[in-house]
């Protein structure tokens, strides 16, 4: 053989790749997984924050009336006295009290149940607005003694005027 004699060699330098490499499925299952816990995250914190709704006692609320500022909170207490509506029929103005202390509400909203009565234990739910707690839900508390074993008592009860038994004096 000469040098003029030429060897059939392959040809030997990489070739182009000419596919597009795909994002690793693995990425996208980070990137998704990312995402779900975020939103996840995110309403659990809302969750959390809207159901702050606590509740103090009466003596507890008025003593921390301007730290509350606007804030809605729960209240808990007796009631003391009602005093009707104010203005129009879905107003109801009342007092509650507990160790001592009282508060005048105004009950804006649905009427509260036939278990809504002076010496009842109630918690209300709203804001200061000023001297006056603005009610916008009431939650009666049903007493847990029962009258069937001595159902006579009933009808006594039932003539006492319960306001007049109570240890407080209101304001109104």
Not at 20 to 30: D, E, M, Q, T
Not at 32 to 54: D, M, P, Q
Not at 145 to 166: F, M, T, V
Request: glycine share 8%; charged share 25%; aromatic share 8%.
């Amino acid at each position: 053989m000469t040098d003029e004699e030429e060897f059939d060699l392959p040809d030997l330098t990489p070739a182009a790749h000419t596919k597009a490499k795909k994002p690793s499925r693995s990425l996208r299952n980070w990137v998704i997984s990312l995402v779900i816990c975020g939103v996840l995250g995110f309403l659990l914190f809302k969750a959390v924050t809207g159901a702050s709704v606590f509740y103090l006692n009466v003596d507890e609320a008025v003593a921390q009336r301007e730290e509350l500022g606007a804030d809605t909170f729960r209240m808990q207490g007796v009631v003391l006295a009602e005093t009707g509506g104010e203005g129009t029929a879905q107003d109801l103005t009342f007092t509650v009290g507990y160790n001592n202390t009282t508060a005048q509400v105004t009950h804006v909203g649905e009427e509260p149940t036939e278990l809504f009565e002076c010496g009842q234990n109630v918690i209300v739910e709203g804001t200061w607005i000023g001297e006056r707690f603005q009610s916008r839900q009431i939650v009666v508390k049903h007493s847990e003694e029962y009258l069937e074993e001595n159902p006579d008592r009933a009808e006594e009860i039932n003539e006492i005027d319960k306001c007049s038994a109570l240890p407080y004096e209101t304001d109104s």
